[in-house]
């Protein structure tokens, strides 16, 4: 987690507001931002996302994979506004009246945010601190905002139902602005699942599977999930914003010659960000 960042605090609660009091309209509303054609717009309204499928571990080889339950949320998406990035142009809700400003300038300083933390990541991997710059003037990054509603004493999850299954995000890395406790990510070293603390001013860096790629296996995505809190008759309403860092789609995502020696060669065939944002992306909508 980062602190510290001094990002205005003005701008993201003009966003979260927005968002909430988007969740907060009848469902036929929300649903008139939900789109069939996700070959096309992979953005707006869904609440029939079950991450575990194609999404598991970011292997699109994994055979762990299957079919689970819907996770226990909702969301509304957005992607980059440059046309030079190749995708579809932005789709908003006509409701709340603020959405759309507080949305766009949250991405810009999300943008901006994440150019700072890949000069620092460029530091680290001994390259100049320049070097992802050109990899990201007509990126594809997106912004989720995420609502995951209050479950009633009468409500019982499925069995193996979470709020979001275990995954890995299968971008660079992941800029996650949290609402409260349920995170939870999987401790390798210990085998087992351990609960992120919930830090109100912090943000969350989740390295994603293409990170893992160019890194050829030195820094590992981070295998994540949400879990449904006790049905206590608690309000345990949670909401969240994450932000994934999605470079160049003509991009050749290859191991980084700081990465690669003859003790440690490449692991990963090369692939094209795009294609393969693309398979993950629609995999995770059961495509």
Known sequence: AITQHEFDETVME??????RDFFDLPLEEKKKMSFAEK??????????????????????T????????????????IGPSNPA??????????????FTKAHDLYFQRMESLAMTLFEGFALALDLPEDWFVSKMDKHMSALRSLNYP??????TPLPGQMRAGAHTDYGAFTILKSGGPGLQLFQESGN????????????????????????????????HRVVVPPLDGQNHRRQ???FFVNINGDEEIIPIYTC????????????????????????????
């Not at 003009?14 to 968002?19: E, K």
């Open 260 to 287: 690669v020696s003859e003790d440690s060669p490449a692991k990963y065939e090369p692939i094209i960000a795009k294609d393969y944002i693309w398979m993950k992306h629609l995999a995770s909508q059961g495509k």
């Open 39 to 60: 070959e096309i717009y992979p953005y707006g309204y869904e609440q029939a996302e079950a991450l575990s499928d194609g999404k598991s571990l970011g292997d699109e």
């Open 85 to 98: 990035s190749g995708m579809p142009s932005r789709r908003f809700p006509t409701y709340p009246l603020e």
């Open 192 to 223: 087992k699942w351990v609960d992120v603390p919930y830090l109100p001013d912090a943000f969350i860096i989740n390295i994603g599977d293409m990170m893992q790629r160019w890194t050829n296996g030195a820094w590992v995505s981070t295998l």
């Open 62 to 77: 994994s055979e762990t994979n299957h079919h689970t339950p819907a996770d226990l949320k909702e969301t509304f998406a």
């Open 240 to 242: 969240s914003m994450a």
């Open 150 to 155: 209050n479950l009633s004493g009468s409500e």
């Open 14 to 19: 003009r966003a979260w507001t927005a968002t």
